[in-house]
């Protein structure tokens, strides 16, 4: 009887150790969608802000044709700072967050105070630096980088590829006011050059990686295919930038257009790996 006893209280042991780590791993995975989600918000809030950088700049070198643009793409950071509001509790433990906001207050004081159009990029890069932090602190903590595996895997190579668009999107601002005329000095020429060797040698690495990984290959393809052709056109444009010197070879909104299209390609392809971890039962065991 007594043994008997003992069986039983031994398979109720474990049956709710099972409950209970079953709970863990639901309760795990429920966080880790919660992170994504700030993520995906986080990611878009970067994307206008890289924007709202390159268009701004062009405005304040001179190209009042960008203005329209700006005013838009203005509200839509407005609007994404909104939805990231939500989130506002969990994002307070992360340090990087903490300066976002009064930065993009900053930007706004600057711009009405006619401050230079150099100190209101300066603010502009700590902004999109803050934010690509605190992403890279979300996926850390909630282990969507290396998922399980000591180093970064291949699905976790969405902060890798977002961290690359900043290069683009500080090229496409440089670029930008020194195509529009006013902001066409050595310095910015300098800055551009050193920004096109950092394109060159990092933007392309990751996308070929992305194809030599058997799970990958075939939905990455086309999309990988898209980032190097826009990456090669971007990388011309700058070239025609840097060899015309006095002259720009092109209108500051066609290059705008042309590393904007640089940039949508590569986050197009970190949607494409963040919907993988998102997918029902991509994070269930890890």
Same mark, same amino acid.
């Given at each position: 009887?007594?043994?008997?006893?003992?069986?039983?209280?031994?398979?109720?042991?474990?049956?709710?150790e099972?409950?209970?780590?079953?709970r863990?791993?639901v309760?795990?995975r429920?966080r880790?969608?919660?992170?994504?989600e700030?993520?995906?918000l986080?990611?878009l809030?970067?994307?206008?802000v890289?924007?709202?950088?390159?268009?701004?700049?062009?405005?304040?070198?001179?190209?009042?044709?960008?203005?329209?643009?700006?005013w838009?793409?203005?509200?839509?950071?407005n609007?994404?700072?909104?939805a990231v509001?939500?989130?506002?509790?969990?994002?307070?433990?992360?340090?990087?967050?903490?300066?976002?906001?009064?930065?993009?207050?900053e930007?706004g004081?600057?711009?009405?105070?006619?401050?230079?159009?150099?100190a209101?990029?300066?603010?502009?890069?700590r902004?999109?630096?803050?934010?690509?932090?605190?992403?890279?602190?979300?996926?850390?903590?909630?282990?969507?980088l290396?998922?399980?595996?000591?180093?970064?895997?291949p699905?976790?190579m969405w902060l890798?590829?977002?961290?690359n668009?900043?290069?683009?999107?500080?090229?496409?601002?440089v670029g930008?006011?020194?195509?529009?005329?006013?902001?066409?000095?050595?310095?910015?020429?300098?800055e551009?050059?050193?920004?096109?060797?950092?394109?060159?040698?990092?933007?392309?690495?990751?996308?070929?990686?992305?194809c030599?990984?058997?799970?990958?290959?075939?939905?990455?393809?086309k999309p990988?295919r898209a /980032?190097?052709?826009?990456?090669?056109?971007?990388? =011309?444009?700058v +070239? %025609? @930038?840097?060899q015309?010197r006095?002259k *720009? #070879?092109l209108?500051?909104?066609r290059?705008?257009?042309? /590393?904007?299209?640089?940039?949508?390609?590569?986050l =197009?392809?970190? +949607? %494409? @790996?963040l919907?993988?971890?998102?997918? *029902? #039962?991509?994070?269930?065991f890890?």
């Amino acid at each position: 009887m007594v043994w008997a006893l003992f069986g039983i209280a031994a398979v109720l042991a474990l049956v709710l150790e099972r409950i209970s780590s079953r709970r863990r791993t639901v309760q795990k995975r429920q966080r880790r969608l919660k992170a994504l989600e700030q993520i995906r918000l986080l990611r878009l809030l970067l994307e206008q802000v890289q924007r709202h950088r390159g268009l701004c700049f062009g405005v304040m070198a001179g190209e009042s044709s960008l203005e329209s643009q700006r005013w838009k793409v203005e509200a839509q950071v407005n609007h994404c700072l909104e939805a990231v509001a939500v989130h506002e509790g969990s994002l307070f433990w992360y340090t990087a967050w903490h300066p976002v906001v009064p930065i993009w207050e900053e930007i706004g004081a600057q711009r009405q105070h006619h401050a230079s159009a150099e100190a209101v990029l300066q603010l502009h890069h700590r902004m999109a630096d803050h934010l690509i932090n605190t992403i890279e602190a979300l996926g850390n903590r909630h282990d969507l980088l290396c998922l399980g595996a000591l180093a970064p895997q291949p699905q976790g190579m969405w902060l890798e590829l977002l961290k690359n668009t900043e290069l683009l999107g500080r090229a496409r601002a440089v670029g930008t006011g020194i195509a529009a005329r006013r902001q066409n000095s050595a310095l910015q020429h300098q800055e551009l050059q050193r920004l096109r060797e950092q394109i060159n040698s990092q933007c392309y690495q990751p996308l070929a990686r992305l194809c030599t990984e058997p799970l990958l290959r075939l939905s990455m393809e086309k999309p990988v295919r898209a /980032a190097e052709e826009s990456l090669d056109s971007l990388l =011309a444009a700058v +070239d %025609l @930038l840097l060899q015309s010197r006095d002259k *720009p #070879g092109l209108p500051s909104n066609r290059y705008f257009n042309i /590393a904007t299209q640089a940039i949508s390609a590569k986050l =197009a392809i970190v +949607d %494409l @790996l963040l919907d993988r971890l998102q997918a *029902p #039962g991509a994070l269930a065991f890890r």
